[in-house]
Each structure stands twice: as C-alpha cells, then as structure tokens.
C-alpha cells in the first residue's frame, strides 16, 4: 500500500550565483538548523506525449535522500475531484502550491508499483508510462524552527541538472542535439513540515531580496518539459456559469465536475475501496441525465453515443453495487433469527450474493482497462472542451434552465400519476421504478442550475432526492423480496430454513408497504414545489 501525504510548497527561481539569506530574520522562525546536504536522482516516468506532465501530475522513481522510494504528485484536490488546471494549484507562483504525494517503496527501476499505478490508468488510458526525463539534484536543506521548537518549513537550495530521455524534445519534436537534451538551473523550494501557510507571506521579502522570484514552472518535470507555466492541466470548462451567459455553460460545468469526480474515484474503485463503486456509479448517472435533460441544445449524434456509453458503464457499476447493498441489508436481518439458525441462512446468502459480487468486480475491473471506457473518457473530455451547441445552447441561462426544471418536474408527476394508475403487483412496482429514476433525473438536472437559481434549484433537488431515496428502499424491498422466494423454493431445504427465509420474505414485503406510505407522504409534501418546477 502507497502512503501519502499533502505537499505545500512554493518554489522560487534563482540564479547560480545568489547567496541564500538570514533565514532566522523571517518572522516566526527562531533558529535555522544545520544544513544537510543529499544527492538525489530521479527517473520520471510518461507517455511519449507526456500525458501525465500535461495534467499536473508527476510520477518518478528517486533515489538518495530520506524518502527515496516511488512518489506520484497529484493537485491537492486530486482526491475528489480530479486533476485541475496549472493555475488553480499555484502554477502561477502566486500562491503556496497543495499537493497530494503518495509514496511506495522503491522496487523494480522500471515497474511502476500497482499502488501508485491504479491513481494513473484513467489518464494512461492504455499507454505505458516510461522514462522520460532524468534529473540529478543536490540539494542543501536549511531547517527553519520557530521559538517552541516546533519543525516549521524546510527551505530546499537544489542544483539541478537534467536529462531528457527517449526520442521527443520538450515541445514533443525529434530531439538528438545535446543542447536541447539538457539543462542546468538553481532553485529554492521553501516547503511547510509543521508551520503555518503564513510562513509563505513572512518569507517573501527576505527570499525576494536575496534575488529570488516565484517559480515560473510548478515542477522540476515541467520546466524540463517546457511547458508553459499555468497551462499544465486539462482544461475543466466554465466553472462559475453565469445567469446572463448561455444555457450551454451550465451543462459544460455541470459535466466537468461529473468528469473530474470519475477520474477522482476511478482509483478507489480498482482498488475496492468502500463506497467507490457507488460514487462513480452516482457521477455517471449525473452525467447521463444532465446530457439527457439539455439534449436539444447539442448535436444529438454525440450526445446520445455518450448517454449510452454511461449507461454501460453505469450497468457495470451496478453489478457489484447492486449485490453489496443486498448483501448488506440481508445480513443486517439475518441477525435477528435464532443464532443457529441465523448461520445457516447467512451462509446460503453469502453464497449466492457473495459470488455475484465477486463476478461483478471481476467484470468491473476489466471494463476499467478496456479501450471502450478509456474512449469514454477521451470523448467525456472531448464534449466539454469543444461542446457541440447549436443555436438553441446560446439562450439565457437562467430562463432556460427554468424550462428545463420545469420539464423535468411536469415529466416526474406524470410518472407518479402512471404509478397511481397502475395495477398492483409487478406492473405497479414498475410504475414506481419509473418514478425513482424521474425523481433521480429532476435531481440532477436541478443540481445542474443552481448556479443560476441558488437556493430554489437546491430546494428542487432535495425535494427529488427524498422521493428517490424512500423509493430506493422500495425498490430494495421488492429484489430482496423476490431473491428470498427463489432461495426458499430451493428442494434441498431444512424446513427451519425455509421457514426463515419465509420470515425475511415477510418482512421485506412489510418494509416495502411502509417504504410506499412514506413516498405518498414524500409526494404530498413536495407536490406544490415540484408542480410549480423551478422558480
């Protein structure tokens, strides 16, 4: 397992000659340790196109130091919400830089650890990472102490000398000079252990008057690469639409976070980390409806490939999750049978849901390196950076966004008036499927602009989100319901058993009259908000 850390830091450059300050006179630090000095060598790794340098994320073997080991460096918000723009991590040097380091011990040269490589498949998307850069560092580290003794910051003096490997420049170009291969500065690299971000303001003037200047490049990686500074990073579209702007830009920004929140879970669910499974699910259901709801203001060829593209994936998120959630609710009501009897059920269930569940994560974890998710992504990307609108996408934001709520709600209430209607039995519990899924729709959509409606969308969703939830249990209810039938018709049956699962069979049909009660109560409650949709 990769452990890991969040990295702030600023980086300054400098010139051969500077000669580094009294660093006891910047406020808050008492006394400056003994400098150390460590030589470092470090094999970064890429793709050819340096498909990881572009997105701000840096993955390198170092030795020498007290962590050499593998580091992989992701944006600080890389955790849940996806690699962002240079900028937005303080590429720029105007701010400290937040970085998430996971570290994994040193291994093999050239085999990425499968800890750190689950983090990069997603933006691998089937490429190998290779070595692409090496850079020999020697590096004198000043530790700085404020008057407690407390580990404030280190300030980092690094002469590095670089090398580029393989057979493309900086700029991506066949690369065979020598002089274009390498390259040689001075940096320092001013990085908080225990201390307060306000050591960065305190230290300024000091570091500014000894001649250095905030960091072009947020990486060693980057300035070797060229890169231009504040550019490193895929782009994320509009992030704050505004309520004069086009409608389109409410689904660009609704879709880029959907995108970075899948790339951000994408890791967890290789790895089988709780709950993972249900987030991703849960962003590319957000996904698909915002692409559904805004669907005429877009190209429909490109819009419904990717509707149906999310739906596969959602259905192969579903498998595992599905089988969890039962799982999970039927031994939490096994439980309360007689101990013995109790077991024995326990085993048959775990049996029968155990092995769907370890099918459907088998399932799940070859969707994730095939070539038909990794094109999902490219073409997630592609629609919110390059959104195919027409006309109609150029409309005011803040009343076609209306429209749209309002078309969701009036779609939710006919579904709920079809339940109503409906014959009982499976016909019914169809019929409030149906409900669900509108219910979950409406949600998104009014997540989608809240932007531009504030806090009446937010009441929208919440309203639609407590109507998807009790009819989520009932739903829960009823396949629990029907997967207790099947077991207890088993031949091979003790009568206790069956006549336990007969017990659990009872009280998920109970569990789902009183789910139903509390979604007609849910529906009263809300039906004036939801008739009059948004705003």
């Known amino acids: 397992m990769a452990s890991q850390a969040v990295e702030v830091e600023k980086k300054y450059d400098v010139g051969p000659d500077a000669e580094v300050p009294a660093l006891a006179d910047i406020p808050g630090v008492a006394r400056v340790g003994e400098p150390h000095v460590d030589t470092l060598e470090a094999v970064y790794f890429d793709t050819a196109a340096h498909t990881l340098a572009a997105r701000d994320i840096t993955l390198r073997r170092r030795t020498g130091g007290i962590d050499a080991g593998w580091h992989l460096k992701l944006t600080a918000e890389g955790a849940r919400s996806g690699a962002r723009a240079g900028g937005a991590s303080g590429v720029s040097g105007s701010e400290p830089r937040r970085r998430r380091e996971l570290h994994a011990p040193l291994g093999q040269p050239g085999v990425v650890p499968d800890s750190l490589l689950a983090h990069v498949l997603a933006y691998l998307r089937g490429e190998d990472a290779a070595p692409v850069v090496r850079l020999e560092t020697r590096r004198t580290t000043y530790p700085l102490y404020g008057a407690d003794g407390v580990h404030l910051a280190d300030l980092a003096d690094d002469r590095v000398s670089a090398v580029l490997l393989g057979a493309a420049g900086p700029d991506g170009e066949a690369a065979t000079d020598r002089n274009t291969r390498t390259r040689q500065w001075r940096e320092w690299e001013l990085e908080l252990v225990h201390g307060s971000p306000d050591l960065f303001p305190a230290a300024a003037e000091i570091l500014a008057a000894a001649g250095a200047r905030p960091a072009k490049h947020g990486s060693k990686l980057a300035k070797v690469l060229a890169l231009p500074a504040g550019e490193s990073g895929a782009a994320d579209g509009p992030t704050s639409p505004g309520k004069k702007g086009p409608v389109s830009d409410l689904l660009t920004a609704y879709l880029g976070a959907q995108i ?172 409030l499927h149906d409900v669900r899924k509108d219910a979950k729709r409406l949600r998104h959509v009014a997540e989608s602009a809240a932007p531009v409606h504030g806090k009446r969308a937010a009441k929208i969703a919440k309203a ?63 039906r004036k908000r939801l008739q009059r949709g948004v705003i």
Request: net charge positive.
């Open 260 to 431: 970075r929140e899948i790339l951000a879970l994408d890791p967890g669910v290789r790895r089988e980390e709780p709950e993972a499974v249900h987030d991703l699910r849960s962003a590319t259901r957000r996904a698909r409806s915002a692409l559904a709801a805004y669907r005429r203001l877009y190209s429909p060829v490109a819009g419904r490939r990717l509707r149906d593209e999310l739906k596969w994936l959602g259905s192969v998120l579903g498998s595992p999750r599905d089988a969890e959630v039962m799982l999970a609710r039927l031994r939490g009501h096994t439980a309360e049978l007689p101990p013995g009897l109790a077991s024995a059920v326990k085993g048959r269930l775990d049996d029968e849901l155990g092995n769907r569940l370890n099918k459907g994560y088998r399932k799940l974890q070859k969707a994730l390196l095939s070539e038909r998710y990794f094109r999902l992504l490219d073409d997630l990307e592609a629609f919110r950076d390059h959104p195919p609108v027409r006309t109609e996408g150029a409309a005011p934001a803040r009343k076609a966004a209306g429209k749209l709520v309002a078309k969701a709600a009036k779609r939710l209430q006919r579904a709920a008036r079809t339940a109503k209607r409906a014959r009982r039995g499976a016909d019914h519990e169809t019929a």
């Open 464 to 526: 639609a989100h407590r109507q998807q939830q009790v009819l989520g249990d009932f739903h829960d209810s009823v396949v629990a319901r029907d997967l207790l039938a099947k077991l207890a018709a088993a031949s091979d049956l003790p009568e206790a058993v069956a006549s336990a699962y007969v017990t659990l069979h009872t009280r998920q049909v109970q569990l789902a009259a009183d789910a139903e009660a509390d979604y007609r109560k849910e529906r009263k409650n809300s």
